[in-house]
Each structure stands twice: as structure tokens, then as C-alpha cells.
Nanobody, 124 residues
């Protein structure tokens, strides 16, 4: 599966952005789909995941709970990350990823395919 992330940009603190991850080659419903982010000088960290189960199952990093929402549109073969109430500490390159298995979905090593990343900058 090939992944293409988009939707990043510059936003003021308190603002919102919606990131998109368009998949090609395979359908996103076949994978557990995650979002990660990496700030300069930092390791890549888990943000959110939506599992491939029929019942929508999601999980979030603690700092994203209540502010970010991950969703999946199977018809468009796209996964989204709606980010509200953005903070300067959310500034990072955001990556979408696909996992074939359900093991270690909160760590980067649990994913098999990665998109190229989209930069989110939140100004104070």
C-alpha cells in the first residue's frame, strides 16, 4: 500500500487542521492505520490509531485525547486526523502509517508502510 499524507500547514494556537492520508494499492480497511509525529530533535511518537475491525476502535496518545479525532472513509480510501485546539507543542511532521498486524500499534516499529509526512506548525 502507498500512503500520501497532506493537509499540514501553519495555524495559530487554538486553531484546527485536518490531515488526510490517501492510500493506493490496497484498501485502508485492510490495515490498522496510525498517525505519528516527529518534532525536530525528537523521536517519532504515536498520536492515534484506528483499527481495521468492523467496530470502529480507536486509541490516542494522552495529549491528543479530547482534541484529535482519527477517522476512516473506506469509500475514499482515506484516513483523517482532525486536530482541534492546537498548541505550539503539536508542531511536528505528521506521518500516517499502515500496520498489517495488531501488535504494538502505539510504536513506530509496529507499522509496515509509511507516508512521506506533512508539516504542522502551530504559532503561539
Amino acid at each position: 500500500v502507498q500512503l500520501q499524507a497532506s493537509g499540514g500547514g501553519l495555524v495559530q494556537a487554538g486553531g484546527s487542521l485536518r490531515l488526510s492520508c490517501a492510500a493506493s494499492g490496497r484498501t485502508v480497511s485492510n490495515y490498522n492505520m496510525g498517525w505519528f509525529r516527529q518534532a525536530p530533535g525528537e523521536e517519532r511518537e504515536f498520536v492515534a490509531v484506528i483499527e481495521r475491525t468492523d467496530i470502529i476502535t480507536t486509541n490516542y496518545q494522552q495529549s491528543a485525547k479530547g482534541r484529535f479525532t482519527i477517522s476512516r472513509d473506506n469509500a475514499k480510501n482515506t484516513v483523517y486526523l482532525q486536530m482541534n485546539s492546537l498548541k505550539p507543542e503539536d508542531t511536528a511532521v505528521y506521518y500516517c502509517a499502515a500496520a498489517s498486524t495488531g501488535v504494538k500499534l502505539s510504536v513506530a516499529g509496529g507499522y509496515d508502510y509509511w507516508g512521506q509526512g506533512t508539516l504542522v506548525t502551530v504559532s503561539s
